[in-house]
């Protein structure tokens, strides 16, 4: 079988980078895209990509571009054969999102929308895109749909983009994955203290509840989309929750970093953020049964992995 080409924008990202290492293990070619809005160069390359290859032992193809140069993104689908993109370059912060509206719906929506193009003028139709459970909005009960920030509402408005796009023409295969926060706070035994924003939702002890997924969980789902790619026909629009299914809150997530580290991690309580919402749990049943994935680590071995991280990273991907 002849290997098929990936392209993963955000490739230099946390999540992107993340999905190179499993694409390159699984014996995908990998050409990753990225304008180092959130991520960082070092000599014309991603220093994140240059840790996945020396953890693979394999290359990677790394064009540095913005989607929002329309020209530049065509070219660069016109100069390799994609077969399939992995669409993770997005702004993601919900606060600034909140105070740089039009900054967020620039990027992300006009980004997507020249991507979109890219592909359809070169046939390429198979795209996962990363998607997330702010699309739900901020639930009274669990779950609800309305409510969204600036940042979900460009995840919502994407999704609602694609989903009109499958059905206008049956060759594109699109599957939205629902990321459940596949990161746990970095600040978490890093700094003197944890700041927990408000005590008081509506959950059993007054913190945020959340969803959380290993990043290496995460990964293996976009491997398990593009795998259904070639599975199913007239596949249209799909989206897909990837999380436990399991809801944790701030005081119990401070609780399992302290088991699993051994170092205690004071507490100070702050007002509410704009745009948080008190309990966003995931149902990933779907994924479950039609992706044939399932995760595979808990929250202890997200605490472990996490204070290794920052152990050997202090600086992240500064550290020598
Ligand atoms: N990390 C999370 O908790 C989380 C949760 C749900 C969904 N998501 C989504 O997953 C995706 C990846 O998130 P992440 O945590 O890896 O973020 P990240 O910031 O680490 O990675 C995104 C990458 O995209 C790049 N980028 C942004 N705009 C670009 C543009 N116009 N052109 C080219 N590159 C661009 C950035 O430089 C960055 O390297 C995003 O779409 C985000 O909205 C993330």
Redesign the pocket.
Known sequence: MTRKTVLV?????????HCCVDLLEAGYHVIA???????IENDGI?TSLQRVERITGKSVTFEK????DRENVINIFKQYQVDCVI??????VIGDSLQMSLKYYN??LI?TINLLEAMESTNCFDLVY?????VYGDPDFVPITEGRNV?GRT?YFIEEMLNDLSKSDPKWKIISL??????TSVALGKKPHVTVYGKDYNTPDGTGVRDYIHIMDLASGHVAALRKFERAENLGFQAYNLGLGRGISVLELVREFEKATGIRVPVVYAEKRPGDAGAVICCPKKALSELDWAPKYDLPKMCEDLWRWQTMNPDGYKTK
């Open positions: 924008t955000g490739g230099a990202g946390y999540i992107g980078s895209v990225d304008n180092f809005a959130n991520s991603a571009c913005d989607l929002l669409h993770t370059a997005a702004l993601k990027n992300n980004g990363s998607s997330s459970c702010t940042y995840k629902r990321y459940f926060n596949p990161k």
